[in-house]
């Protein structure tokens, strides 16, 4: 009896190193085992069922006229597409209309040409607003293509308001309309 | 004679002694000069103050003493001519710049001033140093001591700020200026030997036509519609935490998509650890739309206080979207409208702010209805929330403590209308019925949490049942992926499997082509235990996927690759997949 004991309890032991020797060889965990990040997209706020394809950024030379297509894709089936264009100072259009419509459905991508240009170096922004009005609803969605003239220029540090270090704290003060009085 | 009687009698005269030369004290302290009577007056002004603005707020009085004016360097009634301070209070407010009474666009004649609630205040001096900090309490007022004849100026910060519990730490800053913090400041002027009032506005900037000036009001717009969900999150039962966030906002903030310092971030947007906030006048900026801001604040609830599994994206009432998104967005909608107390939500943009769109949150006839469309789960929310039938109207409490519930964020089923539907009919059983018609009138018909029942396919037969089920007997399940209603985050771009597993071990899971016992390409998988991703294998070498998973339910999302990588919309196809699951 005393034998079958030791016996039992041998076996059981080597049972458990064993399986602890085959679960660390070649068991995966499902941490260890994760191939992919999984990313999610932005939660964006709510806007019309049409985007931007392309581009989202462009390269031009000053002085000269660049010409491209914007492509926009929408699942809307009916309605109608206007598109209106809002360009940052120092970017102009060329012979191109700031305002056009188009009814929905149309081929997919909506490709809209546009040709600008622009006198001085720097980066520039060509915003689209997009509104698709349909007899059910208004919806709009508003994008911008970055345009770079010339070389690739650097971030600019905010000129309009200060910013200041308080107590280890970076702030930006903003004025205020302010009355004093006795109380 | 005993002791007693004459030991209590000596007692009695000594603390009547004590007595008046404490009455005679406080006399010499508060009477006599008029700087004395000031301050004693103060304290009492300033408490009355408190005390008609606390009636004011919800019935929470944790809340209100949250937002109270607290100033931690008061002294006491009897500061001012005992230790030399002065108080200094006001009010402090911001312009509010309305929408049109059509919803459509800012009427910045209308332009309106409202209270700085609950923020930060402190009295710096010259040298930049804090000499007392306060919080303004729901009127916008503030109060502080200081140092007589002190220079002080006051500053506003944007920011919630709540160290005691439940805590949270809220604050507007600039992402083109590495994330500074907005402040409104005062001038520096001296606190002089009686008290005083500064009242602050923060002004939008706007003049006829155009921003010609600071846009001073924008973060403390932005932190107003902040403190209004704080509030109503508090009311509604919260005890938790809340993760301290920041919202980014700047007048460079445009649509373009690209460098964030420069602020080129697209759209707002809430990103798991941020909000962003378009700032770009004539363009799109959105200080000034309450429902956007409380969109993103409601994901951001959402992912502190409950459980979100959406994949984000682009998305849009009309669309048929991923059921999670569906749900993350239809709830966030009606969630703005819940807090503003107004479905018609608003969004202003275009030359001038003067266009932009509007939609009704509630409204139920709409197209597309179903588990798959943000309007519908936003129509069934808000409607849910103004129902009177059997319930209170405009409580959020009931929805909040359903999402709060960990039976809602534990959940093994992916989140969605159904998980919702199922947790409060467990946990308010009394409203169940009010939500089911509200489903039904938006077709949807699932039973429980998986959806079981459901009928309304969204015009994709492969979408049914919305869980298929698998349990580990070596079995197997074919589904489909399909991009016909676009991709990345629609309708039928993933497919979902209920996994039973019984005897927990290790398990082969293998994705292969209809038919054959061939690996499929291009196929993308996902194994989620209650929300949690467990494993994403990515190569067509499924067959080496070993897993080892404890008994219980799991769901296998199971999806074309091609589908989810927003590149091939245009394609539109349909890809079919058997997946097994074997036990090793």
């Not at chain 1, 076996?11 to 499902?30: H, I, N, P, R, Y």
């Not at chain 1, 305002?99 to 081929?107: E, F, K, V």
């Not at chain 1, 980066?123 to 698709?132: E, F, M, P, Q, V």
């Not at chain 2, 589904?479 to 497919?495: A, D, F, H, I």
Request: hydrophobic residues 35%.
């Amino acid at each position: 009896m005393k034998f079958f004991r030791i016996i039992s309890y041998f076996s059981l032991a080597s049972l458990m190193t064993v399986s602890l020797f085959a679960c660390s060889g070649k068991t995966e965990t499902a941490v260890d085992h994760a191939e992919k990040v999984i990313t999610h997209e932005k939660n964006a706020k709510p806007g019309a069922a049409i985007k931007l394809i392309s581009p989202l950024s462009i390269s031009a030379e000053p002085n000269q006229t660049t010409n491209i297509d914007i492509l926009l894709e929408t699942i809307e089936a009916t309605g109608e597409l206007t598109i209106e264009f809002n360009l940052t100072q120092g970017l102009e259009l060329v012979s191109s209309p700031n305002r056009q419509t188009t009814n929905l459905p149309s081929s997919s991508p909506i490709k809209i040409p546009v040709s600008f240009v622009s006198s001085a170096n720097g980066r520039y922004y060509l915003n689209i607003h997009a509104t698709i009005n349909n007899n059910d609803s208004v919806a709009v969605r508003n994008f911008a293509v970055i345009v770079e003239v010339g070389p690739q220029s650097n971030p600019s540090a905010s000129m309009s308001l200060q910013l200041k270090k308080s107590s280890g704290e970076n702030v930006i003060s903003l004025p205020a309309q302010e009355s004093i009085s006795p109380k | 004679m005993s002791r007693v009687p004459m030991l209590s009698f000596n007692m009695k005269c000594i603390s009547g002694v004590l007595l008046a030369c404490t009455i005679l004290i406080l006399s010499a302290c508060g009477g006599g000069g008029g700087g004395s009577n000031n301050v004693i007056s103060t304290a009492t002004s300033t408490a009355i103050l408190l005390s008609s603005s606390s009636s004011s707020l919800s019935s929470n009085s944790s809340v209100s003493s949250n937002f109270s004016s607290s100033p931690s360097s008061s002294q006491g009634f009897s500061s001012s001519s005992v230790q030399a301070t002065v108080n200094i209070s006001g009010t402090l407010t911001y312009d509010y710049v309305p929408h049109n009474e059509n919803h459509v666009g800012l009427n910045y004649a209308a332009t309106a001033q409202r209270p700085i609630r609950g923020a930060v205040v402190e009295l710096l001096d010259e040298f930049g140093q804090v000499r007392a900090s306060t919080k303004s309490n729901p009127d916008g007022f503030f109060s502080a001591d200081i140092q007589k004849n002190t220079s002080v100026k006051v500053r506003v910060k944007a920011q919630l700020l709540n160290t005691s519990l439940p805590t949270w730490n809220f604050k507007v800053t600039d992402n083109t200026s590495n994330n500074a913090l907005y402040v409104l400041d005062g001038a520096l002027a001296s606190s002089g030997s009686d008290d005083s009032v500064r009242n602050l506005n923060a002004n939008s900037g706007w003049s006829d036509t155009s921003y010609s000036a600071p846009r001073s009001a924008a973060p403390f717009a932005i932190l107003d519609d902040i403190y209004v969900g704080v509030i109503r999150v508090m009311s509604a039962g919260n005890t938790q935490n809340l993760n301290p966030l920041e919202l980014r906002w700047s007048t460079k903030n445009s649509a373009a998509d690209g460098d964030y310092t420069r602020g080129e971030i697209g759209t707002s947007f809430y990103d798991g650890a941020a909000i962003y906030i378009l700032g770009d006048a004539n363009n799109d900026t959105d200080e000034y739309d309450p429902h956007v801001l409380l969109h993103e604040w409601g994901h951001y609830l959402e992912n502190t206080l409950s459980r979100s599994d959406s994949l984000g994206g682009d998305h849009s009432d009309s669309e048929f979207l991923d059921i999670r998104v569906a749900m993350s967005e239809g709830f966030a909608n009606a969630f703005s409208g819940m807090m503003n107390e107004d479905a018609s939500y608003a969004d202003a943009s275009g030359m001038a702010q003067l266009s932009g769109f509007t939609f009704n949150i509630a409204r139920k006839n709409r197209p597309n209805k179903g588990y798959f469309n943000e309007g519908s789960i936003g129509s069934i929310f808000y409607n849910f929330y103004s129902s009177n039938i059997n319930k209170i109207a405009n409580d959020f409490t009931p929805i909040f403590k359903t999402l709060n519930n960990a039976s809602y964020y534990s959940n093994e089923a992916l989140t969605s209308i159904y998980l919702f539907h199922a947790q409060l009919k467990n946990l308010f059983p009394e409203y169940a019925a009010v939500l089911e018609d509200l489903m039904q009138e938006q077709i949807i018909f699932g039973s429980d949490e998986y959806g079981n029942d459901e009928s309304n396919n969204g015009g994709l037969a492969i979408e049914l049942p919305v869980y298929k089920k698998m349990d580990s007997s070596n079995s197997s399940v074919n589904v489909c992926s399909s991009n016909q209603y676009g991709e990345p985050n629609k309708l039928g771009n993933s497919q979902f499997i209920k996994l039973n597993i019984q005897q927990p071990g290790r398990y082969n899971i293998r994705v292969i082509l209809p038919g054959s016992n061939d690996d499929a390409s291009q196929f993308s998988f996902i194994i989620y235990n209650k929300g949690n991703y467990l494993n994403y294998p990515s190569s067509s070498s499924s067959d080496k996927e070993i897993v080892n998973l404890t008994a219980g339910s799991y769901v296998l999302e199971v999806g074309d690759a091609n589908h989810i990588d927003n590149k091939n919309a245009g394609i539109k196809s349909t890809t079919c997949f058997d997946v097994r699951v074997v036990a090793r």
